[in-house]
């Protein structure tokens, strides 16, 4: 298959004026010529291909949505190359946007003070989409959720839910062959979210759409991505299928376990006392496994256990050497805790 | 794409949602109807001062009955002319959301233009068409009907674009400044004063009205408003104004568009 977006060692800089702090440094600011440059995007390289749903992942800040504007055209790279649909988007803003949706969770598109139905219309002749894929899509709508009921409401009395499931409609209205999703499950009930996943899943599934999601719940993840690309600082951290991301960053299992002496006198700083203690002993006992680390998750104590350095069962054994244990259970890790990890820096 | 019908209701259908619009918010040309009638009243009071005051009844070749005619029609003009573009384009710069507008299939200044251009047929509608026939019995036909009509309409248009122009101008120095209050107030009084909406150009000094005679403001307002009540212009001037106006509007046109697509590129989108 073709690839539908390409980046090529993309790089994107910023010139931020250095701001000082309070009255008098906001008036010096305004002779200040002090600039720094923050690199939103570092030598980033992808390829996505038709049909794909990638979850695009990241810390608040970490570049993601730089790169979607990027991608759409909005911004121009400071140096590297993108193609999007054989084209380089900045440069055919307007004919790149004829092939792209865009959602942005906490933006709408929509025309504020009139019915969906009507904004919908807008968007026909926006991008010119002929009556009969114009109904067609709007049947295809009409059975896979509920939009029926919503055509003849003004867009301002919408909640944020039908509001979302409108845009995400309105996005894939003219079939565009790339959207670009920006935390389209942002505020929304769970109820609502799994609505906005199922659609989204149909849509790509039924028109092949590239789908390219940010998103910071998992949910989301889990439930539509096989392929996530993690970015942090601006450069990729990881990019592979998701199911790949256990085995890339170790086989992570929790140990979760309650001492008899704190089930009765659970007071935080105890626990905390006991599990920064029992760190130092794991890692006195265990030195070929540095990763092991001892969290606080409410009443329990958490040890995060690299399968890959050191067995499950012989830290179990070695802990319940130490302490009598009340309480235990053992947890697959998830793709959430796996990120926040990552995330934090905590596996490289 | 496939006929040139198709691409011309991409534009027209923003008007028609512009339309629609401005209709579910109709009371705010009531208020906006209503403001203007209280300045009017204020202007009103002023002039007849002035006019009092003056030895003569015809004041730099302008008679008190022309002089309101001309601030009431300016007046109608202002509002027909005011879109709010600073304010709701600065609005979406600082909020992020001219992003949505930015990746539509078609030109940003165009597509701005058009987007507004409901709020343009329903002020005409509301506030330009019932100010001027009002005046029209009021005086007892004092404006006159004529040729002149069709040159006061095809300068009207000239004069709205060159408006937007400069709106759609001071919008794009948002991008760099990301404030609109400051900018919007600078840019209102300036055009209002030196267009003559506020007060003729007839009554302005001899050295000022020169200069402001090569300024693109004049061709705003007061280009369309003599064609009204400036019974004296000879046909082959009156083509000479509408020429002036045409440079204008190609000029602007083309320097904003520019001056857009450059300051585009150092656009940082706010909001993440």
Redesign the interface.
Known sequence: MESRIQLKNVNKE?KILNRREGLIGSIKDLFSRDYRIIKAVNNVSLEIEQGEIVGYLGP??AGK?TTI?MM?????PTSGEIIVNGRVPYKN???N??E?G?V?G??S?L????PVI?SF??LK????I?NKSYTDMLEYYENIVDIKSLYNK?VRQLSLGQRTLCDILAAFLHNPSVVFLDEPTIGLDVSMKSKIRELIKALNHEKKTTVILTTHDMGDVDALCKRIIIIDKGTVLYDNNIENLQKFFGAYRILKVVFEKDASNHTDKSLEESAIELQKQLIMHFPSAPSLSVTVNEEWIDILVNEGEISFIEVMNYIQSLKKITDMKMQEISTESIIKKIYEGGIQ | MSTKSLSFSKYFTLTRAGVLEALSFRASYIVTILGNLIYLVVIYYLWKAIYASSSTTVVNGMSFKDTMIYLVLATALASLFEVFLVWNIGRDIQSGKIVLDIIKPMDYQIYSFFNFSGNYVVAFFTTFLPTFILVYFLTGGAIALGTNLIFFIISVLMGLIINFCIDFLVSTICLFTQSTWGINIMKEVIVLFLSGATVPLAFFPEPLKTIVGFLPFQAIYNTPLLFLVDESLSTSKCIEMLLFQLFWVFFLFFATRLFWKKSLKILTVNGG
């Open positions: 910023f608040n800040g949505s504007k759409t055209g909005v911004l121009e803003r307007s004919l946007a004829q792209i865009v942005f906490q933006r598109q025309w504020w003070g009139l009507e219309k807008i002749d926006i991008y010119q002929d003004p």
